[in-house]
């Protein structure tokens, strides 16, 4: 194949012809144009555009096509709704199609490479072609008034005959026809002569049209005015060949009959008026007719009533949700302020604050159902993009609203319940930062006129209910923290979990494939054992998608070996999910010397954490293994520091530390740890290794050390508690100050359990250690 012939992929354009050494962006739908121009843009080719001959037609042939068209580089492809793309490209030659067919999903064409005719006019003619094109020009715009003033100087700048003729016909409205014909010719001298000829016979158009128009205006007087606008107005559809300004008049009724206040109409009147201005033809009227579509699907003043029942709100919580009492409670609180004050914006705005799966989002579906709103979910995650919630401004391309415009927009009213969800997950990049932006939505007191990039007036927010939803508050961006009122939901326990899986998955599993009651039977000793060895989490995800797993082969087993009715137990479990993925850290069978039980709260809920210490001769190193955090490290030396200073009452000599190493291990090295809660554990541990003291292994403990043994109080005591239940743990030392804590737990937990309230390190002493010799 000859250098100048390239087989490149084709769009065919509909009452577009597209000219070389141009810009231009256009629309197309079909999908085998936007699949041609996805493989050009992908394989970083060029692409041949050729103009139809007939805009209806929807599939044409190779007679439907002009042979002559233009190669183009695609800038840039934007996703509009609606299944449209709009494309920018830039057009570098001309080029005639020697073959023409449909392959792979779109089309494609050999295209011969024509080599631009040379100017053979001199310098002295080309200024006199030049001049004589922009005097024509000049008159032309004095009679029609269709280029701007800064159009017309910038192609009053022009010195290049063919550069000028490009430009004016991207710049004034001309049937497509005429650009094909300009670019078929391959003379400079004939194109001008196209190009004259049409803007003559345009000047004189419009002087026979202005004479027209006078006459009569001298003919009619003043009561028969509307018939000259009526009359106008069919002649410039003849002219237009469409509906054009039937949609403007369909429109201007819109705007009139909009719930919104005056601002709002005044806007669209007057981008309306920008419109009409357009004729349809110019680029700009896509991005107006975009805009007046957005704007009057925006719900102004529309509102739906809200349900104050707190009954019925109660009801539904309860009905969607397992446990989660003070959530509960808290919520119930908040909507019971809401209908007090007449749900007015500056209610406090919650954010639920807990691990994944434990249903922050589905608590804000059923809030939306009980206040009979709408309800729109933000997603948050990753945005990093201040546009993304403020939304671009109009003027450009692909511009669209803001996220909370979006949401609006999609509830159709002005109180729905609005989910930003993640929020602890906002980026912040170069772009501008979006927790800068959701501060204006979140404040009450200018919310109501919150003002979105691409909307340009003001909307009102204060009637929108606000709840989010974030895993870690310590990556919640400080001011946006200030303005919210945190509600923690903390992991479920086992217990709450299989009443979860009892009430609520196993029957949603079932619906979701096809099984009934009488087909497949989960016991519930294989729930507890899916719970306890299958899944490791606070909430119920990986639950739900193991009973989905356990559903999906009851299911295979029904319809290929016609089995009537299925039983899973816990003995045949692993024949629907294999072999167990965990074992439960139950505790140490007998009391050993150096090992001390402690507790852990993770993302995923309780575990219990076995220290392990030995010491052997050497120069008094401490080495430290398990991959620790630093707070974990300054934990250790701390409690080596406090051991030291009471060995001596343990009948240990002083010179123990300075003839020997103690090694601190915490097992599953592979796994990460840190946190201060491990302090009275460390110190327990060395103590028994260095005195020789068994700890009794029915105990486990939590708790941070100081540097004179007084015992700090810790965190996620609730989860730390299951945990060590869960383990077989008969006695848990717990630092007094978290006394408060314990009482809030559910007896479910304390239940089987002897908490024991230390202040002291020789209380932790006096439980943990099998006997003391002290001296």
């Not at 009905?319 to 500056?346: N, Q, S």
């Not at 003291?693 to 299951?722: D, F, H, Q, Y």
Request: charged share 30%; with cysteine.
């Amino acid at each position: 194949m000859s250098e100048n012939i390239l087989k490149l992929p084709v769009i065919p354009l509909r009452g577009l012809t597209v000219l070389p050494g141009t810009t231009v962006h256009f629309d197309i739908s079909r999908k085998s144009s936007i699949k041609a121009a996805e493989t050009a843009m992908l394989a970083g080719k060029n692409l041949f555009v050729v103009t139809q001959k007939n805009p209806v037609e929807e599939t044409p042939g190779f007679d439907g096509i002009y042979n002559i068209g233009t190669v183009v580089v695609i800038k840039q492809l934007n996703k509009l709704p609606d299944n449209i793309v709009r494309v920018m490209v830039e057009a570098k030659s001309k080029g005639q199609i020697l073959a023409f067919n449909f392959e792979e999903g779109y089309f494609q064409g050999k295209i011969d490479l024509l080599e631009e005719k040379e100017n053979n006019l001199s310098e002295i003619e080309e200024e006199a072609f030049v001049r004589e094109l922009k005097d024509t020009i000049r008159d032309y715009n004095d009679i029609t008034h269709e280029l701007s003033a800064n159009a017309l100087r910038s192609l009053m700048h022009i010195s290049s005959l063919k550069n000028l003729m490009r430009q004016l016909l991207m710049r004034v409205r001309v049937k497509y026809q005429l650009k094909q014909t300009f670019l078929e010719e391959d003379d400079v001298v004939s194109q001008f002569g196209t190009i004259i000829s049409f803007l003559k016979e345009e000047n004189e158009i419009a002087l026979i049209r202005t004479g027209i128009i006078d006459k009569v205006k001298q003919r009619l007087d003043k009561n028969q005015r509307e018939h000259i606008l009526r009359e106008q107005m069919q002649v410039i559809r003849e002219e237009l060949g469409d509906d054009f300004m039937s949609e403007a008049e369909e429109l201007e009724e819109k705007i009139h009959s909009l719930n919104a206040d005056k601002e709002v109409k005044e806007q669209l009147l007057k981008e309306l008026s920008r419109y009409k201005g357009t004729m349809g033809n110019a680029a700009e009227a896509n991005v107006l007719r975009t805009y007046i579509d957005t704007m009057l699907e925006m719900p102004w003043n529309n509102t739906t009533e809200e349900n104050p029942d707190l009954q019925n709100a109660q009801d539904i919580l309860d009905r969607d949700h397992y446990g989660l009492k003070k959530v509960k409670d808290r919520i119930l609180e908040f909507l019971a302020v809401r209908v007090l004050t007449g749900a007015k914006g500056d209610s406090p705005i919650i954010c639920l604050i807990g691990p994944p799966g434990t249903g922050k989002t589905s608590i804000a579906k059923s809030v939306a159902e009980a206040l009979n709103k709408k309800y729109v979910r933000i997603s948050l995650g990753g945005v990093d993009d201040e546009s993304e919630i403020r939304g671009h401004r109009k003027t450009y391309v692909g511009a669209m609203p803001g996220r909370i415009a979006t949401g609006l927009k999609q509830a159709g009213t002005n109180n729905p319940l609005m989910l930003f969800d993640e929020i602890d997950k906002l980026g912040r990049g170069v772009h501008g930062d979006p927790s800068s932006a959701l501060l204006e939505v979140m404040d009450s007191e200018q919310n109501y006129k919150f003002r979105d990039n691409y909307i340009e007036v003001p909307i009102d927010l204060s009637k929108v209910l606000f709840i989010a939803t974030a895993n870690d508050i310590n990556t919640i961006p400080g001011p946006l923290l200030d303005r919210m009122e945190i509600i923690p939901i903390e992991g479920y326990t086992e217990n709450e979990k299989f009443h979860i899986a009892k009430e609520h998955l196993i029957a949603k599993e079932y619906a979701k494939n096809g099984l009934k009651k009488s087909q497949l039977n989960i016991t519930d000793e294989a729930i507890k054992t899916v719970i306890q060895n299958y899944t490791r989490e606070a909430g119920v995800r990986q639950l739900e998608r193991e009973i989905s797993e356990i559903c999906r082969k009851a299911a295979r087993n029904i319809v290929q070996k016609e089995k009537k009715h299925l039983k899973v137990t816990s003995k045949n479990i692993e024949k629907y999910l294999g072999r167990k993925k965990y074992e439960v850290d139950m505790a140490n069978e007998k009391d050993d010397i150096g090992i001390v039980r402690g507790l852990a709260w993770t993302a995923v809920g309780g575990t219990t954490l076995q220290i392990e210490v030995n010491t052997m001769p050497g120069k008094g190193v401490l080495k430290l293994t398990g991959q620790l955090g630093d707070v974990m490290k300054e934990s250790a030396h701390i409690a080596l520091s406090f051991v030291r200073s009471i060995v001596a009452d343990y009948g240990v000599d002083k010179k123990f530390f300075e003839e020997n190493d103690i090694h601190i291990h915490v097992p599953e090295g592979a796994v990460p740890k840190d946190g201060p809660s491990a302090g009275i554990t460390m110190a327990t541990a060395i103590l028994s290794a260095v005195a020789k003291i068994p700890v009794k292994c029915s105990v486990a403990m939590t708790g941070e050390i100081n540097l004179r043994g007084n015992v700090m109080p810790i965190g996620g005591l609730k989860e730390k508690l299951l945990a060590a239940k869960n383990a077989g743990i008969k006695m848990v030392l717990v630092p007094k100050k978290n006394k408060p804590d314990v009482e809030e737990i559910s007896k479910e937990i304390t239940d089987g359990l002897e908490i024991v309230f230390v202040e002291k390190m020789e209380q932790v002493l006096e439980n943990a250690l099998v006997e003391q010799e002290q001296k």
